[in-house]
């Protein structure tokens, strides 16, 4: 009994904490829209580690994601006004950073993208794969890669999607958002964010595939 009462104790620490943080967050956002320029240097600080993580992990340059963090905060500064708090300020957050980050990605050279389906796996018309028999090579992984060299293959092959399935995988596999915030986020329905998951998935495994002497397949 001793132990679920502080456990119940515990949780509502927590649960209060939270609160707190998040009656904090609103105060701050309803300071910075009044002009508080205190309240947006506060905003930044708390902000600023998750915008640079995820421009990084997009562009993949440290420079690129510094200047990229720059716009993301001037156009919160700029666009304060019109958050209505209708949802999250992390949503809006992550909206903002993300049409920044695409929108840089567009200025590189398309030929940096690689064609997904030389990566995807093959079907013959009967809807077995093509290449048979199919080989579960996936636990393979740990003992013919080492964690680095496994993290620098993901990163070169993430680098290789279209800036919009980049942006989907990265927010699903690496910062956790759901569908539905993604979907948000990206200005994309569910079922799109759904159906480019599952494609930019294929291809990484197919890559890893490859990478491992394997039929995408």
Same mark, same amino acid.
């Given at each position: 009994? /001793?132990?679920?009462?502080?456990?119940?104790?515990?949780?509502?620490?927590?649960?209060?904490?939270?609160? %707190?943080? $998040?009656?904090?967050?609103?105060?701050?956002?309803?300071?910075?829209?009044?002009? $508080?320029?205190?309240? &947006?240097?506060?905003?930044?600080? #708390?902000?600023?580690? =998750?915008?640079?993580?995820?421009? !990084?992990?997009?562009?993949?340059?440290?420079?690129?994601? @510094?200047?990229?963090?720059?716009?993301? &905060?001037? =156009?919160?500064?700029?666009?304060?006004? =019109? !958050?209505?708090?209708e949802?999250? !300020?992390?949503?809006?957050? +992550?909206?903002?950073?993300?049409?920044?980050?695409?929108?840089?990605? %567009?200025? #590189?050279?398309? =030929? @940096?993208?690689?064609?997904?389906? $030389?990566?995807?796996? #093959?079907y013959?018309?009967?809807?077995?794969?093509?290449?048979?028999?199919?080989v $579960?090579?996936?636990?393979?992984?740990?003992?013919?890669?080492?964690?680095?060299?496994? %993290?620098?293959?993901?990163? @070169?092959?993430?680098?290789?999607?279209?800036?919009?399935?980049?942006?989907?995988?990265?927010?699903?596999?690496?910062?956790?958002?759901?569908? /539905?915030?993604?979907?948000?986020?990206?200005?994309?329905?569910?079922?799109a964010?759904?159906?480019?998951?599952?494609?930019? #998935?294929? !291809?990484? /495994?197919?890559?890893?595939?490859v990478?491992?002497? +394997?039929?995408? %397949?």
């Amino acid at each position: 009994m /001793r132990g679920r009462q502080r456990g119940s104790e515990q949780a509502a620490v927590s649960a209060g904490s939270e609160q %707190s943080a $998040d009656d904090d967050e609103h105060l701050l956002i309803a300071q910075m829209k009044a002009g $508080d320029h205190e309240a &947006f240097d506060a905003l930044f600080q #708390r902000h600023f580690p =998750t915008v640079y993580r995820q421009a !990084f992990r997009l562009v993949g340059n440290q420079a690129e994601a @510094e200047e990229i963090v720059q716009e993301v &905060f001037l =156009t919160i500064y700029e666009q304060a006004k =019109t !958050f209505r708090g209708e949802s999250a !300020f992390s949503t809006w957050l +992550y909206s903002i950073t993300m049409n920044t980050d695409l929108t840089r990605l %567009s200025r #590189r050279r398309r =030929t @940096e993208e690689l064609p997904l389906d $030389d990566y995807l796996p #093959r079907y013959r018309g009967d809807g077995h794969h093509l290449v048979r028999p199919v080989v $579960d090579w996936s636990n393979e992984l740990e003992g013919r890669l080492a964690a680095a060299e496994l %993290s620098h293959l993901l990163q @070169e092959a993430i680098a290789q999607l279209q800036p919009m399935d980049r942006a989907v995988v990265m927010l699903s596999d690496m910062e956790g958002l759901s569908d /539905r915030d993604i979907s948000t986020a990206l200005g994309l329905t569910v079922p799109a964010v759904k159906a480019r998951l599952h494609r930019s #998935r294929l !291809f990484l /495994r197919g890559k890893l595939a490859v990478s491992l002497g +394997y039929s995408p %397949s």
